[in-house]
């Protein structure tokens, strides 16, 4: 029975140590007597709700999850525009960064200015971040848009975002304004 026990509260203790509460059971747990202990230290407030909501873009953004290739109507959105994050409608990437990678994602070889995170470290780090690239999240909502790749357009910056069409929304307001800052 002791040994029934601790297996249960290690169970729930790992489980729940990849979340932001960590449950302890009392030696007889029930519904009524879980204690809940929260860090305010390592907190982080809950990701808004999805703009429109989607099982396939919750997946993407909240689950890190990849649709198929060729599987989104914006690999072939070729008007002047915003691609935004379907999370939290932040401006993401603009019409004039994107190009055909003929990889079945949409691609771009440039972001706006402090709007996404990439992966960061070196070789080390990870060493097949040049076979799968560096995971690319909004900075905004923290939702996973898709990977870098360090084969873009050479003339351009080199890089390549390759974009989970789910995880973006198009919002048509005409050609980027001249001067706006943009980040690879």
Known sequence: MRSQNLL??????????????????????????????????????????LSPESPR?????????????????????????TF?????????????????SGTGWPSFWAHSRDAVATEGGGLFSNPLASVFGRECTCKTCGGHLGHRFEDGPARKTGKRFCI?????RFREDGPTPKGTPLDS
């Open 57 to 81: 873009a919750n997946s993407i953004l909240r689950g890190g999850g990849t649709e198929p290739a060729f599987s989104s109507d914006l690999n072939d959105e070729n008007r002047d525009g």
């Open 164 to 168: 989970n069409g789910a995880a973006l």
């Open 84 to 100: 935004v994050c379907a999370g939290c409608l932040t401006p993401l990437f603009f019409a004039e960064c994107k190009f055909d």
């Open 8 to 49: 249960i509260t290690l169970c729930i203790v790992f489980i729940s140590s990849r979340s932001t509460a960590l449950v302890i059971p009392s030696p007889k747990a029930t519904r009524q007597n879980v204690v809940l202990f929260s860090s305010s230290s390592d907190s982080k407030p809950p990701p808004p709700p």
